[in-house]
């Protein structure tokens, strides 16, 4: 057994879209439909990320979370940022390598700093 796609429920299903799909570099898998899609890494090599609109809308701080993995956190920061990401107004403890982002639907992510690792 594998992961095959985790899945995010939004109310901003277009931003949704955009977001992610600049974020991660991914691609629909098919057209979006009905407010669901699958994004797929293009090289196939991590899992399908889908996005579902839901009516409903979050509640309290996600009880999961994505962490970026990445060489240059401070650029790929500030370029999920421009991509529409915002930043969690928290404190970082001393020596953390990561950043806590929320996207444009307010889920928490983590971009995390491998260049020491």
Request: proline share 9%; hydrophobic share 35%.
């Amino acid at each position: 057994m594998k992961i095959g796609s985790v899945v995010i429920e939004c109310n901003q299903f277009d931003k949704m879209l955009a977001f992610w799909s600049e974020a991660l570099h991914y691609a629909p898998k098919r057209p979006p439909e009905d407010g669901w899609v699958i994004l797929q890494d293009t090289s196939g090599r991590s899992p399908n990320v889908s996005l579902q609109q839901v009516p409903e809308k979050p509640s309290g701080k996600n009880r999961f979370h994505f962490d970026l993995y990445t060489n240059d956190q401070a650029g790929e920061v500030e370029r999920l940022v421009a991509l529409g990401a915002m930043r969690h107004p928290r404190t970082p403890e001393p020596d953390e390598d990561f950043v806590v982002l929320k996207d444009p639907d307010g889920n928490l992510f983590c971009v995390v700093d491998t260049s020491n690792a």
